[in-house]
């Protein structure tokens, strides 16, 4: 890709398919948790584990997030007295 100076590139390009920059916002916006384990194993011995945890969101949406987990511990903290 070759810069050119009489674009603006912190702008989404126009397209019916969007753009890079509408995927990230989109995705910072929703918020993507991934996770996910490996485990190998010999005659039922774990020789290797190996665990993957992965969020990425913006700010605002990990506060939200935190926000939700705390009330909902909350409440069923609250149900199990």
């Given at each position: 890709?070759?810069?050119?100076?009489?674009?603006?590139?912190?702008?989404?390009?126009?397209?019916?398919?969007?753009?890079?920059?509408?995927l990230l916002d989109h995705?910072?916006d929703r918020g993507v948790?991934?996770?996910?384990?490996?485990?190998?194993?010999?005659?039922?011995?774990?020789?290797?584990?190996?665990?993957?945890?992965?969020?990425?969101?913006?700010?605002h949406t990990a506060d939200?997030?935190?926000?939700?987990?705390?009330?909902?511990?909350?409440?069923?903290?609250?149900?199990?007295?």
């Amino acid at each position: 890709m070759m810069y050119r100076a009489d674009l603006d590139y912190l702008e989404p390009a126009a397209s019916d398919e969007g753009s890079l920059l509408e995927l990230l916002d989109h995705l910072l916006d929703r918020g993507v948790l991934l996770w996910g384990e490996l485990r190998i194993s010999v005659a039922d011995v774990e020789l290797i584990e190996v665990g993957l945890k992965l969020m990425l969101a913006s700010a605002h949406t990990a506060d939200r997030w935190r926000r939700t987990t705390t009330e909902r511990a909350s409440a069923v903290a609250g149900e199990h007295r």
